[in-house]
């Protein structure tokens, strides 16, 4: 239930249609209560971080891209979400607990990165058994090998538990899939 303009140059799922059901079922799967505080890491335009913010919580969009930034920025004005969608750029690929505490407090966490994946941002989440724990993750990949590496270390060495998986075929009459696993 959102607006997402983009330009020619911008990236975005070239699927409109099953980019719906991905965020809808992504979304459902995080489960963002009212007056929570989501990290969005990998935000892009807002394709995630918007329809959070419709289900009433605190959303911040992180992105390495400047031009994604403000033209996230632009669509949270547009869907009026503004109050409660905030982005800032970073570089998502050196990131440490230090460079994400700025972020605050957060209840939950979604992961959207490109092919590299996103294990630097996973390394710096709080420990399952810090006070600071997430309640979920949902981490979609469009690279079942990144996310496998990925989901390595939120297991074993940040102490989340695997609780769900499954993909979506994004890119029919290809080999390549979307998948989406949450960790609590």
Do not use: W
Request: hydrophobic share 45%; glycine share 6%; proline share 5%.
């Amino acid at each position: 239930d959102v607006a997402l303009p983009f330009a020619p140059t911008d990236f975005t799922q070239v699927n409109a249609s099953i980019n719906r059901v991905l965020v809808r079922r992504a979304v459902q799967l995080l489960d963002p209560q009212e007056g929570e505080r989501v990290a969005d890491f990998f935000c892009g335009l807002g394709n995630f971080t918007l329809p959070i913010a419709r289900r009433g919580a605190v959303v911040v969009g992180v992105e390495g891209s400047k031009a994604l930034v403000a033209r996230a920025r632009a669509n949270a004005d547009r869907n009026g979400l503004s109050d409660r969608a905030t982005f800032v750029c970073a570089n998502l690929f050196t990131a440490t607990a230090d460079t994400l505490a700025p972020l605050g407090r957060l209840d939950r966490v979604l992961i959207d990165p490109p092919r590299e994946g996103a294990v630097e941002v996973v390394k710096s989440l709080p420990h399952n058994d810090d006070e600071r724990r997430l309640q979920r993750i949902v981490y979609v990949s469009c690279s079942p090998a990144t996310l496998a590496r990925d989901a390595g270390v939120l297991v074993h060495e940040r102490g989340y538990r695997l609780a769900a998986a499954g993909v979506v075929n994004m890119f029919p009459h290809t080999a390549h899939v979307e998948s989406m696993a949450v960790f609590e």
